[in-house]
Every structure is written in structure tokens, then in C-alpha cells.
């Protein structure tokens, strides 16, 4: 079975600084998908980022992007520029290649920006 | 992002009443439903997965004769709470996805009160 891993429960930032939230996980499958997830006081799912496991290049979105390690099985997130609505939960994703894989999520990291 | 809405987003009932919480996938067509409850402050826990007009399976020690899960389209589903207790009170989410290597997307989650 797969397991993710986020070994910080809450962090916090100041605005417009960078963050970097860890995310590890163990598979034993050579074909998946990772992801991050936020979750704002609103409680609604946002997906934030996705990548690949085949693909060697880290995934970005705007001011955020990922630090993909395969053999180290770490899948971390940095936020740049950080601002006010980035405060939320996020939560690391792990699903494998088959059909019919379900998420298996992290136990999430409370993140704050400060102003 | 893909469009999924969830009815009711907060609902108090009597204990020992029945609930139904509708998900639809607006702009696309959802192959499988995932189900989840999310407690405060813990991440989201997988109740059930469902394919289009196939019967649902439940994760281990979630009792399918209590959570009823239907899909009997590609854009609604369904679950009711039966003879709801006040344990039972949580936040559901629904997560529709399209393909086998789509992403998965959320509902923006029911808050079941039961009193």
C-alpha cells in the first residue's frame, strides 16, 4: 500500500517570502502521479500542481512549483512571493498508474502567510 | 478548473433521519465518483468509489447499508446518510473524475450537523 508523508503539521511565512512544504512517499509502482492540493478556510479542494513520475522536469505553476526527487521518493512544493491567499492546509497526493487509483493524501501541512 | 457542485453545503438533522448529499460534474462527464469525509483538522478519508451505474465499493469499516452511493449518471451522484447519528456528523466531499489518468477534482463539501 501506498503511504505520503508530510512531516510538518503547520508552518508560516511572511508575505512575499518563499516556502517550501516537504511531502515524502513510499510505492513500489514505477508509473504514478503526485500532486498538491490546498484547502482554504473554505473547505473547497483546489488543485495546486501535478506532475508526473516519467517525467524528469519538475512541474511549475506560476509562483508555485515542485522539487520532484524519484529515487529519494520526496515530492516537496515552494511557493514564492507568497501572499495572504496562500494561507490554507495543503495536502501531498499520491496516486498510482492503473486504472481505478484512488488519492492517497498526506496528512496535511496548515500553512499561514503573515503580513 | 473543472466545475463540480455539491447540495446541500450544510445540513442539521434529527438523529436517527436520512440524509441525501447530490454531486454533479458540470462540464464533463464523471466515469468515477470518490466519496470522502473529512473530521476537522485531519485530512480527507476515502468512503467509497463508484463507476457509472456500477454498484459502489467501500473502504474498509465504512458500512455500505448506512452510506448509500449512486451513480446512475455520468454528471450526479448521490449519497444518504441513513439513520444518521450524531457521529456521523462530518464534512462529505465528492470527487469526480473523468478518465483513468484525469485529474481528480471536489465538490466544495457538505457540513452534516446531526443533532
Known amino acids: 500500500a501506498q503511504t505520503v508523508t508530510q512531516s510538518q503539521p503547520e508552518m508560516s511565512v511572511q508575505e512575499a517570502e518563499t516556502v517550501t512544504l516537504s511531502c515524502t512517499y513510499d510505492?513500489?509502482?514505477?508509473?504514478?502521479?503526485l500532486f498538491w492540493y490546498k484547502q482554504p478556510p473554505s473547505r473547497q479542494m483546489i488543485l495546486v500542481i501535478r506532475q508526473e513520475a516519467y517525467k524528469q522536469q519538475n512541474a511549475t505553476e506560476n509562483r508555485f512549483s515542485v522539487n520532484f526527487q524519484k529515487a529519494a521518493k520526496s515530492f516537496s512544493l515552494k511557493i514564492s512571493d507568497s501572499q495572504l491567499g496562500d494561507t490554507a492546509m495543503y495536502f501531498c497526493?499520491?496516486?498510482?498508474?492503473?486504472?481505478?487509483?484512488?488519492?492517497?493524501f498526506g496528512e496535511g501541512t496548515q500553512l499561514t502567510v503573515n503580513p | 478548473g473543472a466545475v463540480v457542485s455539491q447540495h446541500p453545503s450544510w445540513v442539521i438533522c434529527k438523529s436517527g433521519t436520512s440524509v441525501k448529499i447530490e454531486c454533479r460534474s458540470l462540464d464533463f462527464q464523471a466515469t468515477t465518483m470518490f466519496w470522502y469525509r473529512q473530521f476537522p483538522k485531519q485530512s480527507l478519508m476515502l468512503m467509497a468509489t463508484?463507476?457509472?451505474?456500477?454498484?459502489?465499493?467501500?473502504e474498509q469499516g465504512v458500512e455500505k447499508d448506512k452510506f448509500l452511493i449512486n451513480h446512475a449518471s455520468l454528471t450526479l451522484s448521490t449519497l444518504t446518510v441513513t439513520s444518521a447519528h450524531p457521529e456521523d456528523s462530518s464534512f462529505y466531499i465528492c470527487?469526480?473524475?473523468?478518465?483513468?489518468?484525469?485529474?481528480?477534482?471536489f465538490g466544495p463539501g457538505t457540513r452534516l450537523t446531526v443533532l
Open positions: 463508484s463507476n457509472e451505474g456500477s454498484k459502489a465499493t467501500y
Open positions: 510505492t513500489s509502482e514505477s508509473n504514478y502521479y
Open positions: 470527487s469526480p473524475r473523468q478518465g483513468a489518468g484525469d485529474t481528480q477534482y
Open positions: 497526493a499520491f496516486r498510482g498508474g492503473t486504472s481505478g487509483s484512488r488519492l492517497t
